[in-house]
C-alpha cells in the first residue's frame, strides 16, 4: 500500500479550489453575448390557461424574447419522460401524463413553467415576467394521495383514472397468507414517511448556447449525468441531435439525487437560445428550488409483521402509497417499486413476503429519487416495526434483531435482492460497544434526576446500491443500462489522464480516483488528473447516483488500468531484454523481478509514444478504453444506535449520542468515508427531528424558504462516532460496497426508536419536531 494509494486517508485534492472560491459552477460561466432568463411560474396548483398576453412584456426595457409553450410545440421539443417503465400488477402499463417543459393548456402544481423570458439583465427578465399576462381558470387541486383517489377528486391527468399510475406489487401473496395463518404473535403500525426538499448548496441552474454557424447546441447544467442528460434531450426531447449537442456539468455544488433529472429549465433555454439567437443563463433563485426541484419521499404505509412463538419473522404484509407529485420524473417509478419494496426483508431472515404499491398523481411538485432512494423508505418500515415488536414482546430489540438477521451467504430473499455477503452481528455488537448500550439504565436514571427523559434507539439498515446489472435492469423497466466507461490516458511524459463517465458532486473522485492509479502504478496523485462532466471529452456514461461511482465507476477504471498495465509491461520488457512475466511495476518505475534492473514509468512512457524501440508490430501510444457492467447490486449494511434526551415541558429533543457502525467493503479513503457517513446522517437527522414539506388543501407550498423549512444545523447533530467493518463485496476487482447513502438510510429510524423510547409512546411522526413530541407526551399520559 503507498501513502497515497488504496486505503490512505489522503486530503481531498479538490478543496483547495473550493475552499479558496476558485470553483466553476454554471452560474460563473459567461459566454459572448450571454443574456438571462425568467420563467413566468404558475401560482395555481391546478388551473386552465385560458389567454397568455406576452404583448406588455416583449416592450419593456432589455426585453430579447418572450416565448410560450405553444410555439415550443410547434418546433417539436417533445415532452418530459419517465425512464423507468412499471406495469400494474394486472399487467397494464403505468399511466404516464404529459409533461410539457412550457404548460401550453393546463398547470397542475404551483411552480410549473408557462413562459420564458430572455432579457439583457437578470432583472429586467424578472421585471418583465412579471408583466406576462395570464388569465387561468382555477381549478380544484388535491395535495393528498390517499385522497387524489376518491370518488370526485379532480382527475389531474386524462391518463390515469383517480389519478393512479400504477398499482404494483411484489412477492408472493399466498405464501405470506399462509405464514400470518401460522403466526403466534403480529404487529400492525401505520407509517407515514415524510416530503422533502432537497436543498443542495447549489441551485439548479442552466446555460443553453445554439451557435448558427456550427449549428451546434452547448448545454451547461447541474447534473449528476450529462450523458444521459444529452441521451434523453436528444432522443425523446427532440432538442437537437445527439452529435450536435454538448453537456457539460461543471463544479456541482451538491445534488443528493434532484440534479438526476432533466428538467424543463435545461430544454426551454437551449431551445430558446436558438429561437432568440443568444446564449440562455437562467440560475433558480432559493424560492424556485423549492418550489420546483424534485421532492423526495412522502410515503404512507401500513405494514404487517408476523412471528411465530419463539419471536422468528414468518412474513410481512406491506401496503403503500407512493404520492409522485403532478407528473412522473426521470426515475420516480423505479424509487417507490424496485428501490423500495426489494428491500423490504432488511438484514433479516424473512420466508414470505408481499409488498403493494400504489403510485398517485397529486397537484404537487414532482416527487423522485432523493439520498437513499427507495431504501431510506424501506428501512424506516422495518426499523420502526422491529423496535415497536422488540417492545410489544418485551424483548431486547437488540436480540430480537439479532435472532432474525441472516447469516448464511448468499441468501435469496422473496423480493428479488440476493445478499451477497454481510456479516450483521459485528455491525450490531460495534455499535452497542460504542455507544455503551449496557450501560444506558444508568444514564437513564442520570437524566430523570434532572426531570429529562432519556431514549435509546437502534436502526439496523441494509441497501442495495451500484446500481447494477443493465439486463436485470432493462427486465425490470430500466430505459437504459447502468454500466460505466472509463478511459486512462498515459502522456509521454507519463502524467495520466483518467476520463470518468462518473460525476463528482462533492463525493471527492479527483482523489479517490487518483488514489487507484497510485496504488497500481505507483505515480503521485499530482501527476494524475481525473476528467469529467463534459460530453465532448467523455465517452459515453451513465453518471453518479445510487452509491455507484466506486462499485461501478471505480471498476471500469480498474479493467482499462489492467490493460494499460498489461501495455506498459510489455514495453518494459522489450526495453529491458527481459520475460514480460518478470516485470513487476514499484514505486514509479517497471523493474524486473530479483535484479536491480529498471526503467522509470516516464521512461516507458515516452517510450510508447516515440515509438523508436517497440516490440514488433505494437501500435504507439498508451491509452486504454473499459466499460464496465456490474454483475449485481452491492450490499453495504450497518448498525446507528442514538440516544437522546427529552424535556416532557417543552417536547426539545437532544441528541446526546449517535453510533454508526457500517460495513462498506474495502474502502479507498476512510476520511472520505466517515465524511460521506456524517453527511448523510446530518440529512437523516434532519428528516427525522426538523424537515418537512407542507402544502395547504389548495396546493400552495406552505415551506418554500428557509423561514419556514427546517435544515439541520450545527447545533442540532452530536460528535458521531463512526467506525467501519469488512465482509469485502464478492462482485466487483475492488470488493466496495458504497457509502454515500448509508447514514441517511439508517439514521431516521434510529432517531424516532430513541424518541418514542425515552417518551413511552410508538405514535410518533416525523419530523418529531418539539411540538410534535410535546403533544405525543401529552397524549401518552392521557
Not at 434532572?450 to 436485470?472: D, T
Not at 403533544?775 to 399520559?781: F, G, L, V
Request: some cysteine.
Amino acid at each position: 500500500m503507498g501513502i497515497e494509494g488504496v486505503g490512505a486517508r489522503v486530503a481531498r485534492k479538490e478543496d483547495k479550489r473550493f475552499i479558496t472560491g476558485a470553483g466553476r459552477y454554471v452560474d460563473d460561466m459567461v459566454v459572448p453575448g450571454m443574456k438571462h432568463a425568467a420563467f413566468v411560474r404558475s401560482p395555481h396548483a391546478h388551473a386552465q390557461i385560458k389567454k397568455i398576453d406576452v404583448k406588455k412584456a416583449q416592450g419593456m426595457p432589455g426585453v430579447i424574447g418572450v416565448l410560450t409553450g405553444k410555439e415550443l410545440k410547434a418546433d417539436g421539443i417533445g415532452n418530459l419522460i419517465c425512464g423507468w417503465m412499471i406495469h400494474s400488477k394486472d399487467g397494464s402499463p403505468m399511466k404516464m401524463g404529459a409533461w410539457s417543459p412550457l404548460a401550453f393548456d393546463r398547470v397542475r402544481y404551483v411552480g410549473d413553467a408557462v413562459v420564458i423570458v430572455v432579457a439583457e439583465t437578470k432583472g429586467q427578465a424578472r421585471d418583465a415576467a412579471e408583466a406576462v399576462e395570464i388569465t387561468y381558470k382555477e381549478l380544484k387541486a388535491v395535495v393528498d394521495a390517499s385522497k387524489a383517489m376518491d370518488k370526485g377528486a379532480p382527475q389531474i391527468h386524462p391518463e390515469a383514472d383517480n389519478n393512479l399510475i400504477f398499482d404494483w406489487d411484489i412477492g408472493n401473496a399466498d405464501d405470506t397468507a399462509a405464514a400470518f395463518g401460522k403466526a403466534a404473535h403480529v404487529v400492525k403500525m401505520d407509517i407515514i414517511n415524510n416530503r422533502l426538499v432537497p436543498n443542495a448548496m447549489e441551485p439548479r441552474a442552466a446555460l443553453g448556447h445554439y451557435d448558427k454557424a456550427e449549428d451546434h447546441y452547448t448545454c451547461w447544467t447541474t447534473s449528476q449525468n450529462p450523458h444521459v442528460a444529452r441521451l434523453v434531450m436528444s432522443a425523446f426531447y427532440n432538442v437537437a441531435p445527439e452529435n450536435k449537442l454538448r453537456v457539460i456539468a461543471p463544479d456541482v455544488g451538491g445534488g443528493f439525487g434532484s440534479k438526476i433529472y432533466i428538467y424543463p429549465e435545461e430544454i426551454v433555454c437551449l431551445w430558446a437560445s436558438k429561437k432568440t439567437g443568444v446564449p440562455v443563463k437562467w440560475v433558480a433563485d432559493r424560492t424556485e428550488s423549492f418550489l420546483t426541484d424534485a421532492h423526495g419521499r412522502d410515503h404512507h404505509t401500513h405494514a404487517e409483521m408476523a412471528f411465530d412463538k419463539d419471536h422468528r419473522i414468518l412474513g410481512l404484509k406491506v401496503e403503500t402509497q407512493a404520492n409522485l407529485g403532478a407528473y412522473m420524473s426521470l426515475f420516480s417509478s423505479a424509487t417507490p417499486t424496485y428501490l423500495y419494496a426489494t428491500l423490504l426483508s432488511g438484514q433479516y431472515n424473512i420466508p414470505a413476503i408481499h409488498a403493494n404499491v400504489k403510485a398517485i398523481y397529486t397537484n404537487t411538485a414532482p416527487v423522485d429519487a432523493y439520498r437513499g432512494a427507495g431504501r431510506p423508505e424501506a428501512t424506516f418500515v422495518m426499523e420502526r416495526m422491529m423496535e415497536t415488536a422488540a417492545r410489544q414482546f418485551g424483548v431486547s430489540p437488540a436480540e430480537l434483531r439479532r435472532k432474525n438477521f441472516v447469516t448464511s451467504f448468499p441468501h435469496q430473499t422473496p423480493v428479488i435482492m440476493c445478499y451477497d455477503a454481510g456479516d450483521y452481528a459485528a455491525s450490531l455488537d460495534a455499535a452497542m460497544q460504542a455507544s455503551d448500550y449496557a450501560g444506558f439504565a444508568k444514564r437513564k436514571a442520570a437524566a430523570a434526576n434532572k426531570g429529562l427523559l432519556r431514549g435509546i434507539g437502534m436502526s439496523c439498515y441494509i441497501e442495495a446500491c451500484g446500481i447494477a446489472p443493465s439486463a436485470a435492469v432493462g427486465s425490470l423497466g430500466a430505459g437504459v443500462g447502468l454500466w460505466e466507461s472509463a478511459e486512462v490516458r498515459v502522456n509521454a511524459v507519463g502524467t495520466i489522464e483518467v476520463l470518468t463517465g462518473s460525476h463528482s458532486h462533492g463525493q471527492g473522485h479527483e482523489t479517490t480516483f487518483a488514489q487507484l492509479v497510485n496504488e497500481r502504478f505507483g505515480v503521485p496523485l499530482d501527476s494524475v488528473s481525473i476528467v469529467h462532466g463534459d460530453t465532448d471529452k467523455v465517452q459515453m456514461g451513465m453518471g453518479t447516483y445510487g452509491s455507484r461511482s466506486g462499485a461501478v465507476g471505480m471498476s471500469a477504471i480498474v479493467k482499462a488500468l489492467d490493460k494499460v498495465e498489461a501495455k506498459a509491461k510489455k514495453i518494459a520488457a522489450h526495453l529491458l531484454e527481459a520475460d514480460e512475466g518478470d516485470i513487476i511495476i514499484e514505486n514509479g518505475a517497471l523493474k524486473v523481478a530479483g535484479t536491480d534492473k529498471n526503467v522509470p514509468w516516464f521512461q516507458m512512457a515516452l517510450a510508447a509514444y516515440t515509438a523508436h524501440n517497440l516490440p514488433d508490430g505494437m501500435e504507439p501510444g498508451l491509452k486504454e478504453t473499459a466499460f464496465y457492467d456490474p454483475s449485481n447490486f452491492t450490499f453495504p449494511a450497518g448498525c446507528y444506535i442514538c440516544e437522546v434526551e427529552v424535556d416532557p415541558e417543552t417536547g426539545v429533543t437532544e441528541i446526546v449520542q449517535f453510533v454508526a457502525a457500517d460495513d462498506f467493503g474495502n474502502i479507498i479513503n476512510p476520511m472520505i468515508v466517515e465524511g460521506q457517513v456524517h453527511g448523510g446522517l446530518a440529512q437523516g437527522i434532519g428528516q427525522a427531528l426538523l424537515e418537512g414539506a407542507h402544502y395547504d388543501n389548495s396546493g400552495q407550498l406552505l415551506t418554500a424558504s428557509y423561514m419556514d423549512y427546517t435544515m439541520p444545523r450545527a447545533g442540532d447533530l452530536p460528535s458521531f462516532k463512526v467506525s467501519t467493518s469488512n465482509t469485502p463485496c464478492p462482485g466487483n476487482p475492488l470488493g466496495i460496497k458504497g457509502c454515500g447513502e448509508a447514514g441517511a438510510i439508517g439514521s431516521p429510524p434510529a432517531v424516532i426508536n430513541a424518541i418514542t423510547d425515552a417518551i413511552g409512546s410508538n405514535d410518533l411522526a416525523m419530523p418529531a419536531s418539539p411540538s410534535t413530541v410535546w403533544a405525543a407526551i401529552r397524549a401518552t399520559k392521557h
